[in-house]
């Protein structure tokens, strides 16, 4: 398994462009999460799907829009890059829990850099 | 805003020694997880201490939790320099569904 996976790694943009983040997991987990991570902060959700079809607002959404067409995918867009949204992205997935002493744990991917100049 | 604020935000200790994280947080919790960061990677899960446990461990990993002053610590014993990171801790008050808050983190360092 390779677990959960984004793509690009890294990413510089121009003020005003559009560009989507990737993240792929193959551990049939119902959720996923997008967060973003800026220099000596912690993690900040910006949006997450608890299922295919399903995305709801996290604690920093403005300027972001998400869409989780199939299972095991999770799209982060940027409409209109701004230098503010410069920031190392990381996604992450977890399965229900509860299901057979599946615990809440939260499997992360190795995060995309993106440089908006 | 951030449900943890981990504590000490940097610490160095020499290898062999244990090192002793804690964490506060404001709300309400279903459980506290606690995650490592080497640099330039992502979160990795180390330990899930729900609201009706008092102590976990995990190998040499040990973690508290005390709902009433709503704080947890992670202690490491006999650290090796391997443990350098940044530890981070995260507060699910949704059940796991709507994602963990995280605090800015605990950078440590082990001196070999």
């Known amino acids: 398994n390779a677990g959960v996976t984004q793509t690009p790694k890294f990413r510089v943009l121009k003020t005003g462009q559009s560009m989507t983040l990737l993240c792929a997991q193959d551990?049939?987990?119902?959720?996923m999460y997008w967060y973003r991570q800026d220099p000596g902060m912690g993690l900040r959700l910006i949006h997450y799907s608890v299922g295919e079809g399903t995305t709801a607002k996290g604690e920093v959404p403005d300027g972001y829009n998400v869409s989780r067409l199939k299972k095991q995918n999770f799209l982060l867009g940027l409409e209109s890059a701004a230098p503010s949204q410069t920031s190392v992205y990381f996604c992450a997935s977890s399965a229900i829990p509860g299901l057979a002493g599946i615990q809440e744990t939260q499997y992360f991917g190795p995060g995309t850099r993106l440089l908006v100049l | 805003s951030q449900q943890g604020e981990e504590d000490p935000q940097a610490l160095s200790i020499q290898e062999g020694e244990n090192a002793t994280m804690n964490c506060s947080y404001k709300t309400s919790i279903n459980n506290l997880q606690w995650y490592r960061q080497n640099s330039g990677r992502g979160l990795v899960h180390l330990i899930l201490i729900r609201s009706n446990e008092r102590e976990k461990h995990s190998g040499r990993l040990r973690v508290t939790l005390d709902t009433s002053k709503k704080s947890s610590s992670l202690l490491i014993t006999a650290s090796r320099a391997a443990d350098t990171a940044s530890y981070f801790c995260g507060g699910d008050s949704g059940g796991g569904a709507d994602g963990l808050t995280f605090g800015k983190g605990t950078h440590l360092i082990i001196q070999p």
């Open positions: 551990m049939n987990h119902e959720y």
